[in-house]
Protein backbone atom coordinates (compact mmCIF):
# COMPACT_ATOMS: atom_id res chain seq x y z
CA UNK A 1 0.00 0.00 0.00
CA UNK A 2 1.03 3.27 -0.59
CA UNK A 3 0.47 6.04 1.94
CA UNK A 4 -0.53 9.46 0.64
CA UNK A 5 1.61 12.43 2.20
CA UNK A 6 0.07 15.12 2.74
CA UNK A 7 2.25 18.12 1.82
CA UNK A 8 3.94 19.61 -1.10
CA UNK A 9 7.55 18.77 -2.75
CA UNK A 10 8.62 21.74 -4.73
CA UNK A 11 11.18 21.01 -7.59
CA UNK A 12 13.43 23.33 -8.69
CA UNK A 13 14.95 21.32 -11.60
CA UNK A 14 17.72 24.20 -12.52
CA UNK A 15 19.46 24.50 -15.59
CA UNK A 16 23.21 23.69 -13.36
CA UNK A 17 21.66 22.58 -10.02
CA UNK A 18 18.56 21.29 -9.13
CA UNK A 19 16.98 21.25 -5.35
CA UNK A 20 13.67 20.11 -3.40
CA UNK A 21 12.12 20.92 -0.69
CA UNK A 22 8.80 19.82 1.21
CA UNK A 23 6.09 21.14 3.47
CA UNK A 24 3.41 19.77 5.14
CA UNK A 25 0.25 21.72 5.20
CA UNK A 26 0.72 24.67 7.25
CA UNK A 27 4.38 23.47 8.03
CA UNK A 28 8.01 25.03 7.58
CA UNK A 29 9.83 23.90 4.13
CA UNK A 30 12.69 22.05 4.63
CA UNK A 31 15.15 20.90 2.36
CA UNK A 32 15.61 17.67 1.30
CA UNK A 33 19.14 15.99 1.32
CA UNK A 34 19.83 14.26 -2.34
CA UNK A 35 23.77 13.39 -1.99
CA UNK A 36 24.66 12.98 1.56
CA UNK A 37 23.45 16.28 3.47
CA UNK A 38 24.13 18.21 0.24
CA UNK A 39 20.27 20.18 -0.42
CA UNK A 40 21.98 20.91 -4.12
CA UNK A 41 23.03 18.59 -6.54
CA UNK A 42 24.43 19.49 -10.24
CA UNK A 43 21.84 18.73 -13.08
CA UNK A 44 23.91 15.93 -14.49
CA UNK A 45 23.56 12.34 -15.13
CA UNK A 46 26.90 10.57 -16.69
CA UNK A 47 26.69 7.05 -18.17
CA UNK A 48 29.58 5.10 -17.52
CA UNK A 49 30.08 2.97 -20.78
CA UNK A 50 32.92 0.70 -18.70
CA UNK A 51 30.34 -0.80 -16.56
CA UNK A 52 27.09 0.73 -18.01
CA UNK A 53 26.11 2.20 -14.61
CA UNK A 54 24.20 5.32 -14.24
CA UNK A 55 25.48 8.30 -11.98
CA UNK A 56 23.80 11.17 -10.87
CA UNK A 57 24.90 15.04 -9.18
CA UNK A 58 28.68 15.62 -7.91
CA UNK A 59 28.66 11.45 -8.18
CA UNK A 60 28.14 11.93 -12.19
CA UNK A 61 30.69 15.21 -12.72
CA UNK A 62 33.00 13.13 -10.41
CA UNK A 63 33.22 10.45 -12.88
CA UNK A 64 33.54 12.49 -15.82
CA UNK A 65 36.75 14.51 -14.13
CA UNK A 66 38.19 11.10 -12.90
CA UNK A 67 38.61 10.32 -16.51
CA UNK A 68 36.16 7.21 -16.44
CA UNK A 69 34.67 6.55 -20.27
CA UNK A 70 31.21 7.76 -20.87
CA UNK A 71 29.17 10.42 -21.71
CA UNK A 72 28.19 13.32 -19.19
CA UNK A 73 24.89 15.28 -19.85
CA UNK A 74 24.68 18.65 -18.29
CA UNK A 75 22.34 21.82 -19.32
CA UNK A 76 19.83 19.55 -19.63
CA UNK A 77 16.91 22.43 -19.04
CA UNK A 78 18.54 24.89 -21.74
CA UNK A 79 16.98 21.95 -24.27
CA UNK A 80 13.78 22.23 -23.38
CA UNK A 81 11.69 23.90 -26.16
CA UNK A 82 14.37 23.43 -28.77
CA UNK A 83 13.99 20.52 -31.78
CA UNK A 84 17.28 18.89 -30.11
CA UNK A 85 15.28 17.14 -27.06
CA UNK A 86 13.87 14.88 -29.45
CA UNK A 87 17.17 13.85 -30.40
CA UNK A 88 18.22 10.81 -30.02
CA UNK A 89 21.85 9.63 -28.99
CA UNK A 90 23.33 6.51 -27.94
CA UNK A 91 24.49 6.03 -24.40
CA UNK A 92 25.27 2.65 -23.00
CA UNK A 93 24.29 0.70 -26.06
CA UNK A 94 20.57 2.60 -26.13
CA UNK A 95 18.73 4.87 -28.25
CA UNK A 96 17.74 7.72 -26.07
CA UNK A 97 16.18 11.26 -26.30
CA UNK A 98 17.21 14.06 -24.44
CA UNK A 99 13.86 13.77 -23.04
CA UNK A 100 13.90 10.43 -21.33
CA UNK A 101 17.75 11.71 -20.04
CA UNK A 102 15.58 14.20 -18.03
CA UNK A 103 13.14 11.80 -17.02
CA UNK A 104 16.11 9.59 -15.75
CA UNK A 105 17.23 12.60 -13.67
CA UNK A 106 13.52 13.31 -12.49
CA UNK A 107 12.76 9.75 -11.45
CA UNK A 108 16.27 9.77 -9.68
CA UNK A 109 15.00 12.96 -7.41
CA UNK A 110 11.50 11.11 -6.96
CA UNK A 111 13.24 8.01 -5.70
CA UNK A 112 15.74 10.48 -2.99
CA UNK A 113 12.03 11.89 -1.90
CA UNK A 114 11.00 8.77 -1.39
CA UNK A 115 13.67 7.72 0.60
CA UNK A 116 13.78 11.11 2.96
CA UNK A 117 10.07 11.26 3.12
CA UNK A 118 9.37 7.32 4.05
CA UNK A 119 6.62 7.64 1.35
CA UNK A 120 6.24 8.62 -2.39
CA UNK A 121 5.58 12.79 -2.42
CA UNK A 122 2.11 13.48 -4.83
CA UNK A 123 1.28 16.79 -4.97
CA UNK A 124 4.56 18.69 -6.91
CA UNK A 125 5.27 21.52 -7.42
CA UNK A 126 7.90 22.84 -10.10
CA UNK A 127 9.55 25.46 -11.11
CA UNK A 128 9.97 27.05 -14.28
CA UNK A 129 11.85 30.08 -15.39
CA UNK A 130 9.52 33.65 -16.89
CA UNK A 131 10.78 32.56 -20.03
CA UNK A 132 12.08 28.79 -21.11
CA UNK A 133 12.49 30.55 -24.56
CA UNK A 134 12.87 34.28 -24.90
CA UNK A 135 10.26 35.49 -27.77
CA UNK A 136 8.14 32.14 -28.70
CA UNK A 137 5.74 31.53 -26.64
CA UNK A 138 4.77 28.51 -29.00
CA UNK A 139 8.29 26.65 -27.92
CA UNK A 140 8.03 28.01 -24.56
CA UNK A 141 4.43 26.55 -23.96
CA UNK A 142 6.44 23.42 -25.68
CA UNK A 143 9.20 23.22 -23.30
CA UNK A 144 6.92 23.07 -20.24
CA UNK A 145 4.90 20.58 -21.97
CA UNK A 146 7.66 18.49 -22.34
CA UNK A 147 9.02 18.65 -18.51
CA UNK A 148 5.35 17.71 -17.80
CA UNK A 149 5.35 14.97 -19.66
CA UNK A 150 8.93 13.86 -18.79
CA UNK A 151 7.72 14.39 -14.72
CA UNK A 152 4.58 12.37 -15.26
CA UNK A 153 6.07 9.25 -17.50
CA UNK A 154 8.19 8.44 -13.84
CA UNK A 155 4.98 8.79 -11.63
CA UNK A 156 4.84 12.40 -10.49
CA UNK A 157 1.10 12.20 -11.19
CA UNK A 158 -0.11 15.55 -9.57
CA UNK A 159 1.97 18.38 -10.93
CA UNK A 160 1.50 22.14 -11.42
CA UNK A 161 3.89 24.78 -12.03
CA UNK A 162 5.16 28.09 -10.32
CA UNK A 163 7.33 30.83 -11.65
CA UNK A 164 10.80 30.29 -9.82
CA UNK A 165 11.15 34.36 -9.35
CA UNK A 166 7.80 34.38 -6.82
CA UNK A 167 8.60 30.92 -5.44
CA UNK A 168 11.71 32.66 -4.33
CA UNK A 169 9.90 35.39 -3.02
CA UNK A 170 7.46 33.66 -1.01
CA UNK A 171 10.87 32.24 0.66
CA UNK A 172 12.07 35.32 1.29
CA UNK A 173 8.45 36.79 2.81
CA UNK A 174 8.95 34.21 5.85
CA UNK A 175 11.33 36.62 6.87
CA UNK A 176 9.43 40.06 6.51
CA UNK A 177 8.05 41.69 9.63
CA UNK A 178 6.18 44.11 7.52
CA UNK A 179 4.83 45.12 4.52
CA UNK A 180 7.72 45.56 1.65
CA UNK A 181 7.81 46.27 -2.40
CA UNK A 182 10.76 43.82 -3.42
CA UNK A 183 12.38 43.17 -6.68
CA UNK A 184 13.62 39.96 -6.44
CA UNK A 185 15.92 38.55 -8.79
CA UNK A 186 17.18 35.25 -9.39
CA UNK A 187 20.13 34.93 -11.75
CA UNK A 188 20.84 30.86 -12.36
CA UNK A 189 22.56 28.81 -14.80
CA UNK A 190 20.58 29.13 -17.89
CA UNK A 191 18.34 32.48 -16.93
CA UNK A 192 17.63 35.81 -15.17
CA UNK A 193 14.26 36.07 -14.09
CA UNK A 194 13.36 39.44 -11.87
CA UNK A 195 9.84 40.21 -10.07
CA UNK A 196 8.36 43.02 -8.49
CA UNK A 197 6.27 41.78 -5.89
CA UNK A 198 4.63 43.12 -2.83
CA UNK A 199 5.07 40.84 0.15
CA UNK A 200 4.39 40.72 4.07
CA UNK A 201 2.99 38.83 7.18
CA UNK A 202 -0.45 39.90 6.57
CA UNK A 203 -0.60 38.78 2.93
CA UNK A 204 1.24 35.06 3.37
CA UNK A 205 -2.35 33.77 4.81
CA UNK A 206 -4.34 34.67 1.17
CA UNK A 207 -4.44 31.85 -0.90
CA UNK A 208 -4.48 33.88 -4.06
CA UNK A 209 -1.44 36.01 -4.45
CA UNK A 210 -1.54 37.17 -8.12
CA UNK A 211 -2.55 40.83 -7.02
CA UNK A 212 0.64 41.18 -5.41
CA UNK A 213 2.65 40.34 -8.36
CA UNK A 214 3.43 43.92 -9.68
CA UNK A 215 5.15 42.63 -12.76
CA UNK A 216 7.78 39.70 -13.92
CA UNK A 217 10.18 40.16 -16.74
CA UNK A 218 13.12 37.34 -17.61
CA UNK A 219 16.35 37.08 -19.58
CA UNK A 220 17.80 33.86 -21.24
CA UNK A 221 21.33 34.67 -19.61
CA UNK A 222 22.98 33.08 -17.13
CA UNK A 223 25.93 31.82 -15.60
CA UNK A 224 26.47 29.65 -18.23
CA UNK A 225 26.33 32.46 -20.92
CA UNK A 226 29.07 33.74 -18.65
CA UNK A 227 30.98 31.11 -18.74
CA UNK A 228 30.69 30.50 -22.74
CA UNK A 229 31.91 34.09 -22.91
CA UNK A 230 34.63 34.01 -20.55
CA UNK A 231 35.75 30.85 -22.04
CA UNK A 232 35.91 32.50 -25.33
CA UNK A 233 37.93 35.37 -24.20
CA UNK A 234 40.63 33.66 -21.84
CA UNK A 235 40.58 30.38 -22.88
CA UNK A 236 39.68 29.73 -26.68
CA UNK A 237 42.37 31.99 -28.38
CA UNK A 238 45.26 29.67 -26.72
CA UNK A 239 43.68 27.17 -29.13
CA UNK A 240 43.24 29.63 -32.04
CA UNK A 241 40.21 31.66 -31.23
CA UNK A 242 40.95 34.94 -33.32
CA UNK A 243 44.11 33.35 -34.52
CA UNK A 244 45.25 34.97 -38.13
CA UNK A 245 46.23 32.72 -40.63
CA UNK A 246 48.96 32.69 -43.43
CA UNK A 247 46.57 34.72 -45.46
CA UNK A 248 45.58 36.98 -43.11
CA UNK A 249 42.40 35.44 -42.01
CA UNK A 250 41.00 34.17 -38.52
CA UNK A 251 40.72 30.71 -38.01
CA UNK A 252 37.08 29.96 -38.69
CA UNK A 253 35.58 30.35 -35.54
CA UNK A 254 32.56 27.99 -35.03
CA UNK A 255 34.28 25.70 -33.52
CA UNK A 256 35.69 27.82 -31.00
CA UNK A 257 32.11 28.34 -29.49
CA UNK A 258 31.00 24.71 -29.65
CA UNK A 259 33.92 24.04 -27.59
CA UNK A 260 32.71 26.70 -24.60
CA UNK A 261 29.01 25.76 -24.67
CA UNK A 262 28.62 22.63 -22.42
CA UNK A 263 25.94 20.82 -24.37
CA UNK A 264 27.36 21.16 -27.82
CA UNK A 265 30.81 19.95 -26.75
CA UNK A 266 30.14 16.21 -27.32
CA UNK A 267 28.79 16.69 -30.50
CA UNK A 268 32.60 17.76 -31.41
CA UNK A 269 34.06 14.25 -30.75
CA UNK A 270 32.04 12.72 -33.48
CA UNK A 271 34.78 11.35 -36.45
CA UNK A 272 33.45 13.87 -38.68
CA UNK A 273 33.88 16.60 -36.78
CA UNK A 274 37.04 15.56 -35.50
CA UNK A 275 37.91 15.29 -39.58
CA UNK A 276 36.71 18.69 -39.82
CA UNK A 277 38.45 20.10 -36.90
CA UNK A 278 42.22 18.65 -38.69
CA UNK A 279 41.27 20.03 -41.85
CA UNK A 280 41.59 23.58 -40.05
CA UNK A 281 45.45 23.51 -39.79
CA UNK A 282 46.23 25.26 -42.54
CA UNK A 283 44.66 28.37 -41.98
CA UNK A 284 46.76 28.81 -38.58
CA UNK A 285 49.83 30.84 -38.84
CA UNK A 286 51.09 29.20 -35.04
CA UNK A 287 50.51 25.26 -35.45
CA UNK A 288 51.21 24.94 -31.68
CA UNK A 289 47.74 26.39 -31.14
CA UNK A 290 46.46 23.68 -33.52
CA UNK A 291 47.85 21.13 -31.94
CA UNK A 292 46.54 21.98 -28.70
CA UNK A 293 43.00 22.43 -30.43
CA UNK A 294 43.22 18.54 -31.54
CA UNK A 295 44.81 17.19 -28.33
CA UNK A 296 41.53 18.78 -26.92
CA UNK A 297 39.38 17.25 -28.76
CA UNK A 298 40.88 13.76 -29.72
CA UNK A 299 41.49 13.46 -25.47
CA UNK A 300 37.74 14.87 -24.88
CA UNK A 301 39.29 17.79 -22.64
CA UNK A 302 36.42 19.80 -23.94
CA UNK A 303 34.36 19.57 -20.46
CA UNK A 304 37.60 20.03 -18.57
CA UNK A 305 38.25 23.13 -20.19
CA UNK A 306 34.66 24.27 -19.15
CA UNK A 307 34.66 23.17 -15.54
CA UNK A 308 38.06 24.92 -15.21
CA UNK A 309 36.41 27.81 -16.74
CA UNK A 310 33.72 27.89 -14.28
CA UNK A 311 35.33 27.05 -11.48
CA UNK A 312 37.85 30.15 -11.45
CA UNK A 313 34.82 32.55 -12.53
CA UNK A 314 33.62 31.08 -8.82
CA UNK A 315 36.61 32.02 -7.36
CA UNK A 316 37.06 35.11 -8.68
CA UNK A 317 33.63 36.09 -8.49
CA UNK A 318 33.59 35.57 -4.40
CA UNK A 319 36.68 37.40 -3.53
CA UNK A 320 37.42 39.80 -6.76
CA UNK A 321 40.46 38.45 -6.79
CA UNK A 322 42.63 36.87 -9.85
CA UNK A 323 42.47 33.52 -10.25
CA UNK A 324 44.84 31.00 -12.65
CA UNK A 325 43.34 28.12 -14.75
CA UNK A 326 46.08 25.62 -14.69
CA UNK A 327 45.63 24.26 -18.48
CA UNK A 328 48.74 22.09 -18.12
CA UNK A 329 46.87 19.08 -19.20
CA UNK A 330 46.52 20.56 -22.51
CA UNK A 331 50.31 21.50 -22.91
CA UNK A 332 52.77 21.56 -20.55
CA UNK A 333 53.16 25.18 -18.69
CA UNK A 334 50.14 26.13 -19.88
CA UNK A 335 47.64 28.46 -18.07
CA UNK A 336 45.00 31.22 -18.48
CA UNK A 337 44.39 34.01 -15.93
CA UNK A 338 40.88 34.57 -15.09
CA UNK A 339 41.23 38.32 -13.63
CA UNK A 340 38.42 40.55 -12.11
CA UNK A 341 39.30 42.86 -14.59
CA UNK A 342 38.90 40.60 -17.40
CA UNK A 343 35.70 39.58 -15.91
CA UNK A 344 34.09 42.53 -15.27
CA UNK A 345 35.11 43.77 -19.38
CA UNK A 346 34.07 40.60 -20.38
CA UNK A 347 30.65 40.33 -18.55
CA UNK A 348 29.79 44.24 -19.14
CA UNK A 349 27.54 43.74 -21.81
CA UNK A 350 25.77 40.66 -20.88
CA UNK A 351 25.38 42.38 -17.20
CA UNK A 352 23.93 44.92 -18.47
CA UNK A 353 21.17 43.17 -20.81
CA UNK A 354 20.48 41.65 -16.97
CA UNK A 355 20.37 44.74 -15.38
CA UNK A 356 17.74 46.08 -18.55
CA UNK A 357 15.70 43.43 -17.63
CA UNK A 358 15.48 44.61 -14.32
CA UNK A 359 14.87 48.07 -14.67
CA UNK A 360 12.11 47.24 -17.17
CA UNK A 361 10.57 44.65 -14.43
CA UNK A 362 10.69 47.99 -11.73
CA UNK A 363 9.09 50.12 -14.99
CA UNK A 364 6.64 47.35 -15.66
CA UNK A 365 5.66 47.78 -12.03
CA UNK A 366 4.60 51.67 -11.96
CA UNK A 367 5.20 51.73 -8.57
CA UNK A 368 3.63 55.16 -7.83
CA UNK A 369 4.12 54.82 -4.15
CA UNK A 370 6.84 54.79 -3.22
CA UNK A 371 10.18 53.07 -3.83
CA UNK A 372 11.97 49.35 -3.72
CA UNK A 373 11.86 48.24 -0.23
CA UNK A 374 14.84 45.63 -1.17
CA UNK A 375 16.17 43.39 -3.68
CA UNK A 376 16.28 40.16 -2.95
CA UNK A 377 19.21 37.55 -4.87
CA UNK A 378 18.81 34.17 -5.54
CA UNK A 379 20.43 31.81 -7.82
CA UNK A 380 24.08 31.03 -7.75
CA UNK A 381 24.92 33.53 -10.25
CA UNK A 382 23.80 36.89 -8.09
CA UNK A 383 26.59 36.27 -6.29
CA UNK A 384 28.83 37.50 -8.81
CA UNK A 385 30.32 40.85 -7.83
CA UNK A 386 30.48 42.60 -11.01
CA UNK A 387 26.51 41.89 -11.49
CA UNK A 388 26.15 43.17 -7.76
CA UNK A 389 27.31 46.06 -8.45
CA UNK A 390 25.88 46.84 -12.08
CA UNK A 391 22.78 45.91 -9.89
CA UNK A 392 23.59 48.54 -7.02
CA UNK A 393 24.12 51.49 -9.18
CA UNK A 394 21.06 50.84 -11.62
CA UNK A 395 18.97 51.10 -7.51
CA UNK A 396 21.03 53.24 -5.90
CA UNK A 397 20.13 53.09 -2.37
CA UNK A 398 18.06 50.49 -2.56
CA UNK A 399 19.46 47.52 0.47
CA UNK A 400 20.89 44.04 -1.44
CA UNK A 401 19.83 40.99 0.27
CA UNK A 402 21.53 37.43 -0.19
CA UNK A 403 18.90 34.58 0.18
CA UNK A 404 19.75 30.94 0.40
CA UNK A 405 21.50 30.76 -3.43
CA UNK A 406 21.00 27.30 -4.15
CA UNK A 407 17.60 26.13 -2.09
CA UNK A 408 15.42 29.39 -1.82
CA UNK A 409 13.20 28.37 -4.64
CA UNK A 410 12.66 24.94 -3.66
CA UNK A 411 11.81 26.13 -0.84
CA UNK A 412 9.49 29.06 -2.03
CA UNK A 413 7.62 25.80 -4.74
CA UNK A 414 6.73 23.73 -1.55
CA UNK A 415 4.79 26.63 -0.09
CA UNK A 416 3.29 27.51 -3.58
CA UNK A 417 0.16 25.32 -3.00
CA UNK A 418 -1.23 25.16 0.71
CA UNK A 419 -4.69 24.83 -0.14
N1 LIG B 1 29.95 32.29 -6.14
C1 LIG B 1 29.51 32.30 -7.38
N2 LIG B 1 29.73 33.37 -8.19
C2 LIG B 1 29.29 33.40 -9.44
N3 LIG B 1 28.58 32.43 -10.01
C3 LIG B 1 28.32 31.34 -9.26
C4 LIG B 1 28.76 31.22 -7.92
N4 LIG B 1 28.35 30.02 -7.45
C5 LIG B 1 27.68 29.42 -8.45
N5 LIG B 1 27.66 30.21 -9.54
C6 LIG B 1 27.03 29.95 -10.84
O1 LIG B 1 25.65 29.83 -10.59
C7 LIG B 1 25.07 29.02 -11.60
C8 LIG B 1 24.14 28.02 -10.96
O2 LIG B 1 23.20 28.71 -10.21
P1 LIG B 1 21.83 28.00 -9.81
O3 LIG B 1 22.09 26.68 -9.19
O4 LIG B 1 21.04 28.98 -9.05
O5 LIG B 1 21.23 27.82 -11.26
P2 LIG B 1 20.05 26.92 -11.74
O6 LIG B 1 18.92 27.04 -10.78
O7 LIG B 1 20.56 25.57 -12.00
O8 LIG B 1 19.70 27.61 -13.13
P3 LIG B 1 18.33 28.20 -13.69
O9 LIG B 1 17.58 28.75 -12.51
O10 LIG B 1 18.77 29.27 -14.64
O11 LIG B 1 17.68 27.07 -14.35
C9 LIG B 1 26.21 28.35 -12.35
O12 LIG B 1 26.34 28.99 -13.60
C10 LIG B 1 27.41 28.62 -11.47
O13 LIG B 1 28.59 28.76 -12.22
MG1 LIG C 1 17.32 28.32 -10.55
Redesign the pocket.
Known amino acids: MTLALPGTLGI?F????SAMAWAAPGGTARLIPLEGETT?MP?AVFYNSEDLSTHFGRDAVAHYLEGTEGRLMRSL?SLLGSPLLLETTVVNNQQVSFQDIIATFLATLRERATQALGAAPTRVVMGR?VHFVDDDPERDALAQASLLQAAQAVGFTDVTFQL?PIAAALDYERRLNKESTVLVV?L????SDFTVVRLGPERMAQADRSQDILATTGVHI???D??HKLSLEQVMPLLGYRHIGPEGREVPSRIFFDLSIWHLINWLYQPRAIAQAQALWTNYTDVRLHQRLMRVLQERLGHHLAHEV?QA??RC??TDADAVMDLSYVEAMLSAPMTAAAMQEHLHSLLARTVACARECVQRAHLGHGPLDAIYLT???S??RPFQRALQAEFAGVPLVEGD??GG?ASGLAYSSRN
Open positions: DGTSNATKPEDGGGTGGTFDEKISQGGSALLFV
